[in-house]
């Protein structure tokens, strides 16, 4: 590492190349903090013509109205527990299958693996229309289990996949010194094994979680009728109007959809990067 | 905080870096491997069930469909399913506007993977020449827009566009000019905001890779006077070669599939459609014409599409010589 910073140290340019990191993010960074910007400008400074990238007299109107509409809080939690219940259940089944694969031989192992891979790449999105007949023909539409299984199901190769990478990294020797020790094979699994893929897990569920909290279509389609039951996405589009949108409904939705995505990745993000590094590199 | 600090804090993780670094070819067999028995597919069976019975049962009944005439009124049981054949297939192919889709999403994914690899690849160097804080500020506004759920990030970017209240049009003067009204420029909007939300998972990763390269590798490298491109053309590329291949097949599939943007940012595909992608088209066809059969026909052929990059990905990675 200090070799490294001595080799940084006389290559020229390095002011040139932290300035345009700080650029960089701040262009990134806009339109995140243009979002809670607006979200917080009072409704006569987002309908002007000459907007301004600060705003003298903040107002929580917009976020007012977003949770009296009816029903937000619902929503809210709505998205949270299809998401939470994806994420823990996907790590949960994503290990186990992990266990399998990278632990066991056996027959069909590598035709397993391949299909976990083959299967990351289906669109989703193009199975709504079976999934649709599937959830209405098993009465599912318009519950919250019409979302949580197809997600649960997508999210599943991906993490096996990644998890693959963590599960073997744990030494043969620790779990032949478990096995004379008298531990069982569950005990194995569970007690020694799943605290040790836990980095793994941690970065996998990200991925689990954005996919199902940021899901639009599936909203969309299988929750047709009972309203109650809309995730957020669906609240955010209700601020959408033909004549004239409610941008400052929109922006301050959009903050409130944001914020729980935000928080779980300044949660994991430490994890993150290692946790990429060790599943990419495998 | 930093990714720096990252590698270190996380001990399981690092360990899994350093015991990839060299995967052993052959290894012998787990332990367990001798008294296996049904243990592996006892641990499989959960997520063999829910693929089975929401992955590759919907896949089939897609296929199925694909080959139906299947509209509202045979969902509602007015008239009877007949099969079609490859008549679906047939309707799509002489649609003169399924053609144009199809031309317009491969198009407009080449562009977005290629723009999302070319940023988040320079980035990934830019940060590895640069100290702690610059890094930790550009990594965490990288995180910020990979972590905006794609609908809030579509809504956030039209509102920036707006020809009315937007900062972007008063800024570079362009007055009301409306993005969504032109084909191009509606595009090149929704790629913006498609490079926004994707070059951070390029950057991050390929971040990742550049710092597990060995410093002394680099280091030779500098000495013997390559320059900054030299170094990552001859070395860090090649290295880094399994996480490029990674990255690139990942992108290219999230961007194929991209359905939320075109949705939300072009009013569900643009003026007369012109903004169609496959996706968007499928459901179209599917959800508000109630042409189940057509649908279904679009997503075969999608689903054909990414299975072949599925393909020459699986011949990648064996050339690379890697075991399963």
Known sequence: ?282 | MTANSTTNKAPGASRAGGTFACPPRRRPPAPSARRSGWTPWLYLLPALVLLGGLLVYPICQLGLISFLEYTQAQVSGGEPTTFQGLGNYAALFGDSQFRQVLLTTVVFAAACVLATLLVGCALAVLLTRVRALPRLVLMLAALGAWATPAITGSTVWVFLFDPDFGPVNRALGLGDFSWTYGRYSAFALVLLEVLWCSFPFVMVTVYAGIRAIPTEVLEAAALDGASQWQIWRSVMAPMLRPILVVVTIQSIIWDFKVFTQIYVMTSGGGIAGQNLVLNVYAYQKAFASSEYGLGSAIGVVMLVILLAVTLVHLRLVQRQGEDL
């Open chain 1, 1 to 282: 590492m200090s070799a490294r910073t001595m080799l940084r140290i006389r290559r020229p340019g390095r002011t040139a190349a932290e300035a345009a990191a700080l650029l960089i993010a701040a262009a990134v960074a806009f339109p995140l903090y243009w979002m809670v910007l607006s979200a917080l400008k009072p409704a006569g400074e987002i309908q002007s013509t000459e907007p301004r990238p600060w705003t003298a007299s903040p107002s929580l109107d917009s976020f007012r109205r977003v949770f009296e509409q009816n029903d937000f809080g619902r929503y809210f939690l709505n998205s949270l527990l299809v998401a939470g219940t994806v994420v823990v259940a996907s790590a949960l089944v994503a290990f186990l299958a992990a266990t399998a694969v990278t632990r066991f031989r056996f027959r069909f192992r590598t035709t397993l693996l391949i299909m976990f891979l083959v299967a990351q790449m289906v669109p989703v999105e193009a199975l709504t229309i079976p999934l649709f007949f599937l959830m209405r023909d098993f009465g599912q539409l318009n519950t919250l289990g019409s979302l949580i299984l197809p997600h649960l199901a997508f999210s599943l190769p991906f993490a096996i996949w990644m998890l693959r990478g963590f599960v073997k990294a744990v030494p043969e020797a620790l779990e032949e010194a478990a096995y004379i020790d008298g531990a069982s094979r569950t005990r194995f699994l569970w007690q020694i094994l799943f605290p040790l893929v836990l980095p793994g897990l941690v970065a996998t569920s990200v991925f689990s979680f954005i996919s199902t909290w940021n899901d639009f279509l599936f909203a969309k389609s299988f929750i047709i009728s009972d309203t109650s039951r809309s995730t957020l996405p669906m609240a955010l589009l209700v601020f959408f109007k033909p004549d004239e949108n409610d941008w400052g409904g929109i922006m301050a939705a959009s903050t409130v959809m944001t914020i729980p995505v935000l928080v779980f990745f300044v949660l994991v993000q430490r994890r993150l990067v290692s946790g990429l590094g060790g599943a990419v590199k495998d």
